[in-house]
Structures are given as C-alpha cells and as structure tokens.
C-alpha cells in the first residue's frame, strides 16, 4: 500500500499531463497553433488578401504580435528567425504586400510544397487557423531591412542610452525630441515588401513612450534587445 500510493499519484499526474496536451498532440510534429485572440474573425472562406494589413493599428499590431509568436514556432526553423533567411528556404520578406503575393502566401500556407514526392515544406491548411495565416503574413510583410537597422544601431544606441538615464531619474527628459528623433530613424528603416511601416526597434520604442520612466526603461531594453541581434 505504501509503495501503491505514489504510483496511482504518478499515474494520476501523468493522465492529467496528457489531457492537457490533447489539443497539441493531435497536431502533426512541430506545428502550434498559437492564442490568436483579439484578432477580427474572418470566415471559412479563404480570403484572397490579407484583412489585417488595412485593419487599423489595433488589429495591425496584434496580428504582429500573433504573427510573431506563430513564425517563430511554426517557420522559424527553415525560413530564419525574425523571417531573416539563412539560404535553407526562400527570404518572405520579400514578398510583396499586395493581393498577388498573398495569394501565393496562401497556396503555399495551406498546401506546403512537395519536389519529387519530398515534402520540402508542410502543409498548414489543416492544421494553423486563417487568423493565425494572416497573422503570420502581417508579421513577415512588416520586417524592417535589417542592413537598415544595422546602418542606424549607433544612432538608436546613443538614445537608448539617453533613455536609460531618464529612466533613473537622471538628466532632462524631453519626450517629444526623443519621440521626434526615433520616429525620424523609423522612417529611414524600410520594409523590403513594400509595406509602408517597418515595425523596426525605433518604431516600437517610440510608441512605448508615455511619459512614465517606466515607459523610458521599457523603450530603453525594446532598443538594446533588438540591436543585440545586429552586432
Ligand atoms: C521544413 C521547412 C519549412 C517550414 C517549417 C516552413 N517552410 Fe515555407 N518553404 C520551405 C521551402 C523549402 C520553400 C520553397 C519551396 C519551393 O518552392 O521549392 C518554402 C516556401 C514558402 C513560401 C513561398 C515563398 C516564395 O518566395 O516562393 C511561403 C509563402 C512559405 N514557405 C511560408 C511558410 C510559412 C508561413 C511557414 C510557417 C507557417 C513555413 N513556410 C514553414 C520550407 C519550409
């Protein structure tokens, strides 16, 4: 009885495991479905543009957030991370974002590719929602040319440093130059889509800037953790 007890608890924990990893385990290998909530509904059909591009902000920076967290666990390992390919499959980022490219996005989302009887990539039409395609090509059609991030990583670094000051209470905070400067850097960093925001470092710090030194500091790692990637 004594040695039974554990074990039944064991099992028990075990069954409860496997419960919850239901959802996930009947997914083929590698592929997550990821929690797209907060993104607008778009039907059964499959549309033929992508309805977050236009959305408004709101729904243009969710999809991103979505997009982001999708990529890197479903594309990521052959595409590259940040959709920066390292030559195994082709550079997303250079697809256009209009209704063409997005219907080549979605042949290639829903049936994956096969040469020869080899499945070069999967097919996800069965398996990641329509939210999350769209989601996933918000995502791509939004990364900033990384050789433009790279070009200004002095610049950004000097205001980082500044910000990080601020956020100690130190120096003069003066919000709106600070905004003025990063938003100025945003616009010198293109998509290589075509798309007309990069959602590059700069941009994304400028828009934490609230006023707050909480919000200096959160711009302060928003621009050290993305150009700790670019040196
Ligand atoms: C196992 C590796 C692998 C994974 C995982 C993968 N892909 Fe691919 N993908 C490829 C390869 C290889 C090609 C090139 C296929 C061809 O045309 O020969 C490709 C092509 C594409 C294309 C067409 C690009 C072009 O320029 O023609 C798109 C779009 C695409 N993938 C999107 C995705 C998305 C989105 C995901 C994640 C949901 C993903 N892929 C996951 C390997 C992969």
Known sequence: MTLRTPR?????????????????????????????????????????ENPYRDGGAEVWTRAIEVGESAFTQNCARCHGLGAISGGLAPDLRMLEASDYDDEWFTERFINGATQDGITKMPAFGDVLSQKTAWAIRTYIETRPDDKAVTAESHALKELRDELTQWSKGEGTPDEAVMKAKLDEIAARIPTLSGAPIADSVAFHAAEQLNGTPESYASAAETLTVGLSVHE
Request: aromatic fraction near 8%; hydrophobic fraction near 55%; charge should be negative.
């Open 8 to 48: 039944l608890a064991l099992q028990a924990t075990a069954f409860a495991l496997m419960a919850g990893t239901a959802f996930a385990a009947g997914l083929p290998l590698g592929i997550t479905e990821v929690d797209n909530a907060g993104l607008p509904d778009v039907g059964e059909e499959w549309l033929t």
